[in-house]
């Protein structure tokens, strides 16, 4: 099964920008959705932006318009870049191929001054 690594996490300031990855374990064939989630301290995981092979992109409320995914099938690599961060952002960040169960450890990203 593939397996999905996320790096890039850390500490931000409110209003401030940080860049995720999320890197498959090997080349998945066809067309395919990578989504990227989060959880925040006490509250369920949430779904928040979803990028497929073909280009097609979505967003879950709360982040659109400030947060974009984007992605490089060569390098089996699908990215988050957050902008305009808010404390309520902090949480840890996952990705996994939309349909799989399988998920990775996630990283933490902390937005506070």
């Known amino acids: 099964q593939v397996q999905f690594v996320e790096s890039g996490g850390g500490l931000v300031q409110p209003g401030g920008s940080l860049g995720l990855s999320c890197v498959a374990s090997?080349?998945?064939?066809?067309?395919?959705?990578v989504g990227w989630y989060r959880q925040a301290p006490g509250k369920a995981r949430e779904w928040i932006a979803s990028s497929w092979t073909g280009g097609a992109t979505a967003y879950e409320d709360s982040v659109e318009g400030r947060f974009t995914v984007a992605r490089d099938n060569a390098k089996n690599t699908v990215y988050l870049e957050m902008n305009s961060l808010k404390p309520e952002d902090t949480a840890t960040y996952y990705c996994?191929?939309?349909?799989?169960?399988?998920w990775g450890q996630g990283t933490q990203v902390t937005v506070s001054s």
């Open positions: 996994k191929r939309i349909g799989s169960s399988s």
């Open positions: 090997e080349t998945i064939p066809g067309d395919y959705g």
